[in-house]
């Protein structure tokens, strides 16, 4: 009887080890698979000024990092000053933007498939915090720019950025007459304009203090969830990703019966952590 009892208690231990490890989330914790994202996310020690957040889990290098916050960077020889100056209280939200772009892992549920040359990826619909789209439309809003798309129509024949032939630079506030328009239009809808505020863990944050932790871990936990149970995402999914799978080896699978008549009755199987806590 002891021995059962010993075969019984260490199975109970494989057990319990089973259920507290969930399968790993493909929407969280990622990068996306772009020019100058890493393949994994993870700790990177220094990260430049506005990008700095993010050190300790992040999908950019300490070099994308430096280049993001250049006029003129290597990143993708964009020039934010194709209708004068920018001024820099506005250029630090694009700078802001940058950052979140290359070094967030917590942008999952969003990315979607790019038919770009320079990347397989990029993220839609992004849902930013109203605070964060209002305070870059307000510091901006007498900045000037020609175009309302910033993604594709550009004249790239000096090898930068410049506005096409004909086109006329215009107040931000007549481009973009609301922050609304201007964080959805700006970027082919990468982002998405809402009512929620930073805090409510319903909404994605460009500026956040990391000294109170990274607010976008739990806003990707919430909306992988809510992806993962709406039924479009269930036709998508493949078997197994959708709750915690218990992968147990074949000696344990042998013995589950003998531990399983050996368990007090009432005693728990092999469970699966269900997303309702979240």
Same mark, same amino acid.
């Given at each position: 009887?002891?021995?059962?009892? =010993?075969? =019984?208690?260490?199975?109970?231990?494989?057990?319990?080890?089973?259920?507290?490890?969930?399968? !790993?989330?493909?929407?969280? +914790?990622?990068?996306?698979?772009?020019?100058?994202? %890493?393949?994994?996310?993870?700790?990177?020690?220094?990260?430049?000024?506005?990008?700095?957040?993010? %050190?300790?889990?992040?999908?950019?290098?300490?070099?994308?990092?430096?280049?993001?916050? %250049?006029?003129?960077?290597? $990143?993708?020889?964009?020039?934010?000053?194709?209708?004068?100056?920018?001024?820099?209280?506005?250029?630090?939200?694009? /700078?802001?933007?940058?950052?979140?772009? *290359?070094?967030?892992?917590?942008?999952?549920?969003? /990315?979607?498939?790019? +038919?770009?040359?320079?990347?397989? *990826?990029? /993220? $839609?619909?992004?849902?930013?915090? #109203?605070?964060?789209?209002?305070?870059?439309?307000?510091?901006?809003? +007498?900045?000037?720019?020609?175009?309302?798309?910033?993604? %594709?129509?550009?004249?790239?024949?000096?090898?930068?950025? #410049?506005?096409?032939?004909?086109?006329?630079?215009?107040?931000?506030?007549?481009?973009? &007459?609301?922050?609304?328009?201007?964080?959805? !239009? /700006?970027?082919?809808?990468?982002?998405?304009?809402?009512?929620?505020?930073?805090?409510?863990? #319903?909404?994605?944050?460009?500026?956040? +203090? &990391?000294?109170?932790?990274?607010?976008?871990?739990?806003?990707?936990?919430?909306?992988?969830? !809510?992806? #993962?149970?709406?039924?479009?995402?269930?036709?998508?999914?493949?078997? =197994?990703?959708?709750?915690?799978?218990?992968?147990?080896?074949?000696?344990?699978?042998?013995?589950?019966?003998?531990?399983?008549?050996?368990?007090?009755?009432?005693?728990? =199987?092999?469970?699966?952590?269900?997303?309702?806590?979240?």
């Amino acid at each position: 009887a002891g021995t059962g009892m =010993g075969v =019984g208690q260490a199975l109970l231990v494989l057990l319990a080890a089973c259920g507290a490890m969930p399968a !790993k989330d493909p929407l969280l +914790d990622v990068c996306m698979d772009a020019k100058h994202h %890493k393949a994994k996310p993870g700790p990177e020690g220094l990260l430049h000024d506005q990008c700095a957040p993010w %050190k300790d889990n992040a999908c950019c290098t300490a070099n994308t990092s430096s280049e993001a916050h %250049k006029d003129q960077s290597y $990143l993708y020889n964009f020039n934010w000053n194709h209708c004068g100056l920018m001024p820099p209280k506005c250029k630090r939200h694009f /700078i802001q933007d940058t950052c979140l772009y *290359e070094c967030s892992p917590n942008l999952g549920p969003w /990315i979607d498939q790019a +038919d770009s040359s320079w990347r397989r *990826e990029r /993220i $839609l619909h992004v849902p930013l915090c #109203r605070e964060d789209c209002e305070e870059w439309w307000e510091d901006c809003k +007498d900045y000037v720019t020609c175009k309302e798309n910033w993604h %594709k129509g550009w004249n790239w024949a000096t090898g930068t950025n #410049r506005c096409p032939w004909g086109s006329m630079c215009r107040p931000f506030s007549h481009v973009f &007459p609301r922050p609304k328009d201007l964080c959805e !239009k /700006i970027w082919s809808n990468s982002y998405k304009y809402t009512t929620e505020r930073r805090g409510s863990g #319903r909404c994605i944050q460009m500026w956040f +203090d &990391p000294a109170q932790g990274n607010p976008n871990v739990v806003v990707a936990k919430y909306y992988a969830w !809510k992806k #993962r149970t709406s039924p479009a995402w269930n036709d998508d999914t493949t078997p =197994g990703t959708d709750e915690a799978v218990c992968a147990l080896p074949w000696p344990v699978l042998v013995l589950l019966p003998l531990a399983l008549a050996l368990l007090p009755e009432g005693a728990g =199987g092999c469970g699966s952590r269900g997303w309702g806590s979240l």
